[in-house]
T-cell receptor, first 113, second 114 residues
Framework: EAQVTQNPRYLITVTGKKLTVTCSQN?????MSWYRQDPGLGLRQIYY???????DKGDVPEGYKVSRKEKRNFPLILESPSPNQTSLYFC????????????FGPGTRLLVL | GDSVTQMEGPVTLSEEAFLTINCTYT??????LFWYVQYPGEGLQLLLK?????DKGSNKGFEATYRKETTSFHLEKGSVQVSDSAVYFC?????????????FGRGTSLIVHP
């Protein structure tokens, strides 16, 4: 079954404690991205990757890091989380880029105290 | 920069009513247009898309036509069901404008009552 998986689905942490949210896709897609969804703001892209070792900033990259060492995985790293990073996060992938159909993961709800 | 504007919700309808959710856009290039749907507790799913002017995307009874002259991509369905209750996002991808960052609207919540 074609899918994008994220872990964990729910996470409560404290300010400054580094965390990683994993994302994996089994469709051999080249393009992967991370979004955050906040009430009244819709989805905003954090980072994207066009292929292995190729990443670039989205609209709201501050406070986040990513890596793309393997085609299937695209982890999101918060080195020093802050309360304003409390949000719902989605990973997505598509065949070649955002003009192609994007497949979304189920979401990770993060609360930073 | 690019932008997408959707009508604010929630939109509340009775079952079998006609649905329209308005979406207008601004883009520097010639974008592809999408509608995504998010059911409660889930990620977004592509509902339909259109890649050029006058194209009509359709899926599950939903339709939207790419109108370049009015820069619009309104979502319609002739007869909604309770199971259509969800949040709907209009989005564009403007590679011709040089961006690999898609733009999403803020989402419109649809509530369908039996």
């Amino acid at each position: 079954e074609a899918q994008v998986t994220q872990n964990p689905r729910y996470l409560i942490t404290v300010t400054g404690k580094k965390l990683t949210v994993t994302c994996s896709q089994n469709m051999n897609h080249e393009y992967m991205s991370w979004y955050r969804q906040d009430p009244g703001l819709g989805l905003r892209q954090i980072y994207y990757s066009m292929n292995v070792e190729v990443t670039d900033k989205g609209d709201v990259p501050e406070g986040y890091k990513v890596s793309r060492k393997e085609k299937r995985n695209f982890p999101l790293i918060l080195e020093s989380p802050s309360p304003n990073q409390t949000s719902l996060y989605f990973c997505a992938s598509s065949l070649e880029g955002p003009a192609h159909d994007q497949y979304f993961g189920p979401g990770t709800r993060l609360l930073v105290l | 920069g690019d932008s997408v504007t959707q009508m604010e919700g929630p939109v509340t309808l009775s079952e079998e009513a006609f649905l329209t959710i308005n979406c207008t856009y601004t883009a520097t290039g010639y974008p592809s247009l999408f509608w995504y749907v998010q059911y409660p507790g889930e990620g977004l799913q592509l509902l339909l898309k259109a890649t050029k002017a006058d194209d009509k995307g359709s899926n599950k009874g939903f339709e939207a036509t790419y109108r370049k002259e009015t820069t619009s991509f309104h979502l319609e369905k002739g007869s909604v069901q309770v199971s259509d209750s969800a949040v709907y996002f209009c989005a564009l991808s403007d590679l011709g404008g040089g961006s690999y960052i898609p733009t999403f609207g803020r989402g419109t919540s649809l509530i369908v009552h039996p």
